[in-house]
């Protein structure tokens, strides 16, 4: 029986150790749609061009619209997240940390699909000048300002975890868990 229990708990070092070797930043939601960013506490649709080009009124008013998987309140990257009125590198800019800290392009679109190399536009209006909006480029890591009339691509993203059911690996977790417990009844049994 003890031979039982230290392959169980072998097994569960092995599985733990594979589940956190995991990508830590970028976690599946929505079985696949989505994609939660444990760093910034937003989640990317996985499909980074579910809409085609469009000027950015349009993309706006699109992704308060969407709904993924019975999840709605999504929106567009923001571009100044500190709320100074420029858009910076980092933490600030939300399309320019996916590029440069997670490495996502339109080359290496990592577990997105549809990635375009060209603009997209962020959510986020520049205030010195109102006609004109934060975009993103993913074939060169820059971002700059352009007329919101202009069509670009739109990439919809969610405040926070839109996690609704366990996941996969929680599953795992579970069965373990359970499997253990079943060890010590049987364990319990004998005694």
Known sequence: MFKFLRILLRIGVLLLGVLSTANAALEMRLGGLAYYDTELNITWAA???????QSWWD???WASGLTIDGVSGWRLPNADVNGNG??????????????????ITAATPGV????????????????SDPPYAFIFFFNSGEYLDE????????WAVHDGDVALIPEPEMYAMMVFGLAVLLGFGRL????
Not at 47 to 53: F, L, S, T, V, Y
């Open 59 to 61: 993309q706006m008013a």
């Open 47 to 53: 499909d980074a061009n579910i809409n085609g080009a």
């Open 86 to 103: 420029s858009s910076e590198s980092g933490f600030d800019n939300e399309m320019y940390f996916l590029y440069w800290n997670e490495g």
């Open 188 to 191: 319990r049994q004998q005694s």
């Open 112 to 127: 997105f699909s549809n990635v375009q190399s060209f603009v997209y536009w962020s959510g986020t209006e520049l205030v």
């Open 147 to 154: 007329l919101k009339s202009h069509h670009r691509f739109a």
